[in-house]
C-alpha cells in the first residue's frame, strides 16, 4: 500500500514538472497567437513526419526481432510490431513503463520468457544509448560556435559571475567524482558478502547483471550487420520526424540537416525526461534551441515543438490502441 501511494506521488511529481515546464514556454505568448501559427502550418509536411515515425517503429521491431531470435524464440514481426506499440502507449502515461508493458505484452502472446525479454530491451537501449553519446559529440563538433556561444551565455558565464573561482570549483568536483568512483569500487569488492544478505543490493545487482548480460548478446549475435543497419534507419528515421516538419513552418523552413540533427539529438533528452510523454520537457528544450541558437522566433518555435510533439503523441495514441486490439483478435483466433 505505501509502494502504490509513494509510486502516485511520484506520478504527480513528475506530471507537475512537466506542466511547469510548458507554463514556462507558454508564459510569455499570446496563445491565441500560437494557436493561428500553428494553423498556418502546412500538415502535409506533419503527415509525411507521422508515416516516418510508424516506420521507425517497424524497423525497432525488426531490430528487437533480432535479439529475441538468438536466444532461440521465434516471433514474427507483426507481433512484436504491435508490442513495441503498446509499450509506446503505456510510456505516454506513466514513464518507463512501457519498456516492462511491450515485454509483458510479447510473453503472452509468444512463448519467449519475460526475464529474456528484459534483457534484450537492456541491451536495446543500451545499444541506443551509446548512439546518441555519439551523435552529441557530432552535434557538439559541427555546432561548436552555436552551441559554445549558447553555453558561455547561459550557462557557464552565468555561474562564472555567481560563484568565484568557478573553474577551480569544476575541476575540484571532477577530481572527487573520480576519487568516489575509485572508493566505491574498493568498497563494492571488500564489502560484496555482506552486501548480498540486502534485498536492495541482490535486486540492483540482478539489474546491473541484466545490463552486461544485455550487452553480451548484442556482441554475440550473429546478424551483426542487419542489427546496425536496422538500428541507422530508425535513427534516420528520428532524424527526419524533426527535419520534414521543418518546412511545415516558414520561419523553420529554412533550417539545415545539421540544425535537424542539433534539434533531434538534444530534443531527444525531453522525451527521455521522467515525464509522462515527454511533455513539457520536449517542448521546452526544443523551444530554448530553436529561440536561443537559431534565432526563430518565439511564437514559431513553440508552435514547432507544440505540433511535432503532438502528432507523434497522437500516432501512438492511434496506433498503439490499434495495436493492441490486434493482439487481443489475434489471442481469440490463437
Given at each position: 500500500?505505501?509502494?502504490?501511494?509513494?509510486?502516485?506521488?511520484?506520478?504527480?511529481?513528475?506530471?507537475?514538472?512537466?506542466?511547469?515546464?510548458?507554463?514556462?514556454?507558454?508564459?510569455?505568448?499570446?496563445?491565441?497567437?500560437v494557436i493561428a501559427e500553428m494553423r498556418s502550418a502546412n500538415y502535409w509536411w506533419l503527415g509525411l513526419a507521422m508515416i516516418i515515425a510508424i516506420i521507425s517503429h517497424v524497423f525497432r521491431a525488426m531490430r528487437w526481432n533480432i535479439l529475441i531470435n538468438h536466444m532461440g524464440y521465434k516471433t514474427k514481426t507483426r507481433t512484436t510490431f504491435y508490442a513495441v506499440m503498446v509499450g509506446y502507449l503505456a510510456n505516454t502515461a506513466v514513464p518507463r513503463l512501457g519498456e516492462v508493458t511491450r515485454c509483458g505484452v510479447l510473453s503472452r502472446k509468444t512463448k519467449a520468457p519475460f526475464d529474456a525479454l528484459v534483457g534484450s530491451v537492456i541491451a536495446e537501449r543500451f545499444f541506443d544509448l551509446i548512439v546518441l553519446l555519439l551523435l552529441i559529440f557530432l552535434v557538439i563538433i559541427f555546432q561548436l560556435d552555436l552551441l559554445g556561444s549558447f553555453l558561455d551565455k547561459y550557462v557557464f558565464l552565468p555561474l562564472d559571475q555567481r560563484f568565484e573561482h568557478f573553474s577551480l570549483y569544476l575541476y575540484l568536483s571532477l577530481g572527487g567524482l573520480v576519487v568516489l568512483g575509485v572508493l566505491s569500487v574498493f568498497l563494492y569488492r571488500k564489502f560484496i558478502p555482506k552486501l548480498r544478505k540486502y534485498a536492495f543490493f541482490n535486486s540492483l545487482d540482478v539489474f546491473l547483471l541484466g545490463i552486461l548480460n544485455g550487452i553480451k548478446t548484442i556482441y554475440q549475435i550473429k546478424q551483426k550487420g542487419l542489427f546496425l543497419l536496422y538500428t541507422f534507419v530508425v535513427w534516420l528515421m528520428y532524424f527526419l520526424m524533426i527535419y520534414v516538419p521543418f518546412f511545415s513552418l516558414q520561419e523553420t523552413s529554412h533550417l539545415?540537416?545539421?540544425?535537424?540533427?542539433?534539434?533531434?539529438?538534444?530534443?531527444?533528452?525531453?522525451?527521455?525526461?521522467?515525464?509522462?510523454?515527454?511533455?513539457?520537457?520536449?517542448?521546452?528544450?526544443?523551444?530554448?534551441?530553436?529561440?536561443?541558437?537559431?534565432?526563430?522566433?518565439?511564437?514559431?518555435?513553440?508552435?514547432?515543438?507544440?505540433?511535432?510533439?503532438?502528432?507523434?503523441t497522437i500516432m501512438i495514441i492511434v496506433v498503439g490502441s490499434l495495436s493492441y486490439f490486434m493482439l487481443v483478435l489475434y489471442g481469440k483466433k490463437k
Open positions: 500500500m505505501i509502494k502504490k501511494i509513494f509510486s502516485i506521488i511520484k506520478y504527480i511529481f513528475f506530471l507537475s514538472i512537466g506542466f511547469l515546464l510548458l507554463w514556462l514556454v507558454f508564459r510569455k505568448l499570446e496563445i491565441s497567437t539545415s540537416c545539421i540544425d535537424g540533427l542539433t534539434v533531434m539529438t538534444i530534443g531527444s533528452l525531453g522525451m527521455v525526461a521522467p515525464v509522462p510523454g515527454g511533455l513539457g520537457a520536449y517542448h521546452f528544450i526544443v523551444k530554448a534551441i530553436l529561440f536561443e541558437i537559431y534565432h526563430v522566433p518565439a511564437v514559431p518555435a513553440a508552435s514547432f515543438a507544440t505540433l511535432t510533439h503532438a502528432i507523434q
